[in-house]
């Protein structure tokens, strides 16, 4: 059974700083893209940043320069370093396996003075 899960969540200060991480089980991990999405309040799922097998990396526009994503396949895990962290970063982040409907159950993140 393919299980993702997310931690590294919280409240952070505008300008903070945030690391997520996504563990998988139950897949071939080293093979698969992963990829992390949002959702904020109100507002459809939006992608975040996703990264190959070959560690290839894609970025949306809104996080680029900010967050960096990065795998460890000895660990199985894909990790969010989120820096310069925006009021309108504030979502709930999800890991997924891209091309699937495997998703985690979510982390929240909140950015708030």
């Known amino acids: 059974q393919v299980q993702l899960e997310e931690s590294g969540g919280g409240l952070v200060q505008p300008g903070g700083s945030l690391r997520l991480s996504c563990v998988v089980s139950?897949?071939?991990?080293?093979?698969?893209?992963i990829s992390w999405f949002r959702q904020a309040p109100g507002k459809l799922r939006e992608f975040v940043a996703s990264?190959?097998?070959?560690?290839?990396?894609t970025y949306a526009d809104s996080v680029k320069g900010r967050f960096t994503i990065s795998r460890e396949n000895a660990k199985n895990t894909v990790s969010l370093q989120m820096d310069s962290l925006k009021v309108e970063d504030t979502a709930v982040y999800y890991c997924?396996?891209?091309?699937?409907?495997?998703w985690g159950q979510g982390t929240q993140v909140t950015v708030s003075s």
């Open positions: 997924r396996i891209r091309a699937t409907n495997y």
């Open positions: 990264i190959l097998s070959s560690g290839a990396t």
């Open positions: 139950g897949s071939a991990f080293s093979a698969n893209a």
